[in-house]
């Protein structure tokens, strides 16, 4: 059974650092390209970053390139999401996927809220 | 890029009536090498991680209940629920998945509530 569990979220002041992580059970880590997807108060799903079973590439969304890195370690079945100069519009609870290839999502986690606020 | 709009924005139904929702793409997300649909579709309720129900369009995801179904092709599509339950409310997307280098964009939304 595919698990996948979110953590590192909290409250960060604008232009802080956060590190988001994601460990994932149930399936050949390496096999799969993995993506965070991120939901804001009241709005709807927004696709944040893809990355690839090996980690040689990378996607970023419009909003987040330059300011966020997705990567991930195999040794660890962990996915990451290092996320720098924060900034208000970031606050969102951030999902992490699994991916049928390079498709939809089929599995989620929970999510972990981050807020930015001074 | 590629544009998701989905319409309408919400929606009432009666219990036991159909709910329809539709997605239209900026372009065709019909890969013509396989002739498939790269859409798919979300139920999101509040404090749940999204749910997949269809992929491909109209091939649903394991476990989803059969009053859900996807239809269309190209650029429209539309999600149905042949008859509401209370446990459908929630907010649906859409998403393609057809941009290379991947750009996973969603629709808006469209929140489902009971008439």
């Known amino acids: 059974e595919v698990q996948l569990a979110e953590s590192g979220g909290g409250l960060v002041q604008p232009g802080g650092s956060l590190r988001l992580a994601c460990a994932a059970s149930g399936f050949t880590f390496s096999d799969s390209p993995m993506t965070w997807v991120r939901q804001a108060p009241g709005k709807g799903l927004e696709w944040v970053a893809t990355?690839?079973?090996?980690?040689?590439?990378?996607y970023y969304g419009d909003s987040v390139k330059g300011r966020f890195t997705v990567s991930r370690d195999s040794s660890k079945n962990t996915l990451y999401l290092q996320m720098n100069s924060l900034r208000a519009e970031d606050t969102a609870v951030y999902y992490c996927?699994?991916?049928?290839?390079?498709?939809?999502?089929?599995?989620w986690g929970q999510g972990t809220p981050v807020t930015v606020s001074s | 890029d590629i544009v998701m709009t989905q319409s309408p924005d919400s929606l009432a139904v009666s219990l036991g009536e159909r709910a329809t929702i539709h997605c239209k793409s900026s372009?065709?997300?019909?890969?013509?090498?396989?002739?498939?649909?790269?859409l798919a579709w979300y139920q999101k309720k509040p404090g749940q991680p999204p749910k997949l129900l269809i992929y491909?369009?109209?091939t649903r995801e394991s476990g989803v209940p059969e009053r859900f179904s996807g239809s269309g092709s190209g650029t429209d599509f539309t999600l149905t629920i042949s008859s509401l339950q209370a446990e459908d409310v929630a907010v649906y997307y859409c998403?393609?998945?057809?941009?290379?280098?991947?750009?996973?964009?969603f629709g808006q939304g469209t929140k489902l509530e009971i008439k």
């Open positions: 372009r065709s997300v019909l890969y013509n090498l396989n002739n498939q649909n790269y």
């Open positions: 996927a699994h991916q049928s290839g390079w498709s939809y999502f089929d599995y």
């Open positions: 990355i690839s079973g090996s980690g040689g590439s990378t």
């Open positions: 491909r369009a109209s």
């Open positions: 998403q393609q998945y057809y941009s290379a280098p991947p750009m996973y964009i």
